[in-house]
C-alpha cells in the first residue's frame, strides 16, 4: 500500500458477516458516503471541519494538481468538539451557507475524520490461509483496539504484504482502521442536510502524508532512511501521522491544541480566555525575539514561560507516540518532523518543540505538491488549510 492508494472510511460498513476478498460489503451509509475513491472524477474538493472553522481546497486532479478555490469560515462554538459533531443541524446549516458563499461544488467532496475514537494499526496476522478467517481474525483485533462491538464500529483493512515461511505457513501485514460509527454517521447526517455528495471520508492522517509528500512511483522498491513525519496542531487537537515506505504506519490524535496556548497566556496574566487567545495572535518564541504584541516586557515574559511551560504537555505526547512507533517491529528511524495547522505560524514554535523534543522539526509546506489556479492567493497561514489540500489531491 501506498498514499496513492489509501483507506477510505467511506468504504467501511459494520462486519455483520463476513465478506469475500476484494469485495466491499454494502450498506445504507456506505452507498450515501460515495464509493471510496474519488469515483474516477479529477475534481475534488477537500473539506476539513475543525472546532472553530470549516476549511477547503477544490483541486483540479489532472495530470497537475492545481487549487482553484480555497476558502476558510469560522464555525460557531460547540458545534464541533473533540473532533466529534455535537449538533448535526447546526454543522449542517453551517456546511451548506459556507458551500454557497464559496461558490463550492457540492459533488465530489472528500470529508476529513480525525478524533481520539480512532484507531490505525498495523498488524501481522500469521497462520491463516482462508480469507473468510483471516476477516474474522482482523476483527477480533479491530474488537481489541477500542473495546467496541463490531456492531458500533466501522472498520476497514489493507494488507500490505504477505510472506510465506519455509513450512509454508503465511504471515500478513494488515493496515487496519477502526472508528466508532456513530462518530461517521453524525457527520454523515450534516454533510446529507447540506446536500454534499460525498466521494470518500478519510482520516485527517493520511490527508497530512499526502499534502507533504510525494507518493511512491510503480516499482519503487528503495526504502528511505528515515520515516516522513508530521504533526499538526489544530485548535483543540493535534494529529500526530508518520509513514514508513510510503504506508502510514502510525497515527495519533492527541487531546491538546493551540488553543492550550491561549490558555496559558490566560493563566499565567489572569485574564479572560478571550483575551488570552487575542494576545496569541501577536506571540513570538523565536530566539532573541521573544514577546507578546501589546504586552510590556515584564509582562510577556511572565506569559512566555508559562507557554513554554504549556508545550511541555505537547512534547511529552508527542515522545511517548513516537516512543510506541519506534517500539513496533520494522519502523523507521525520525529524521524530523514537518509541523503543519493554525499553530505552527507562531514564530519560533517550530524550534521551541526541536530543542524539547531532540528531533529536527521544520515547518511544512502545504503548497508544495500542488498549484494556485490565476486569481487564487495564497493565504496567510497556509498551514492551516494543510488537511484540506490534502483531502483534495488526488494520486
Partial sequence: MDL??????????????????????????????????????????????????????????????????????PLP?????????????????????????????????????????????????????????????IGFRAHEMLSVSLEEAVIDYHVLSTETDEDGSITRKVLLVVAYRDSVDRYLAATDIAKLDLTGIDLEAFALLRAVSEPLTAGEEA????????VNIGHERTTLAVSDSGVCSFARVLEWGGSEIGAAISRALKLTPGEGESLKQGLSLEAGHEGIAELPDAKAAEAIEAVRYELQALVRELLSSLRFHQSQPGSLAIGEIQLTGGASGIPGLAPELEKELGIPVRIADPLARVQLADGVELPDHPGAYAVALGLGIED
Avoid at 481546497?57 to 487549487?67: E, L, R, T
Avoid at 475524520?113 to 496476522?125: D, K, P, Q, Y
Fill in 77 to 137: 462554538h460547540g458545534v464541533v468538539d473533540g473532533g466529534e459533531v455535537r449538533d448535526p443541524a447546526a454543522l449542517g446549516k453551517a456546511l451548506t451557507e459556507f458551500f454557497s458563499a464559496n461558490s463550492l461544488p457540492r459533488r465530489g467532496v472528500r470529508l476529513g475524520l480525525a478524533n481520539s475514537r480512532i484507531g490505525v494499526r498495523v498488524i501481522e496476522v500469521a497462520g491463516i490461509d482462508d480469507e473468510d478467517q483471516l476477516e474474522n481474525a
Fill in 4 to 73: 496513492r492508494k489509501e483507506i477510505k472510511l467511506s468504504d467501511l460498513v459494520p462486519k455483520r458477516k463476513p465478506r469475500t476478498a476484494g469485495t466491499k460489503a454494502e450498506g445504507k451509509k456506505a452507498k450515501r458516503a460515495g464509493k471510496g475513491k474519488s469515483g474516477g472524477t479529477s475534481e475534488i474538493v477537500g473539506l476539513k471541519v475543525g472546532a472553530t472553522g470549516i476549511s477547503a481546497a477544490q483541486i483540479v486532479n489532472n495530470g497537475g494538481k492545481q487549487v482553484v478555490r480555497i476558502a476558510r469560515a
Fill in 223 to 230: 526504502r528511505p532512511v528515515a520515516a516522513t513525519t508530521v
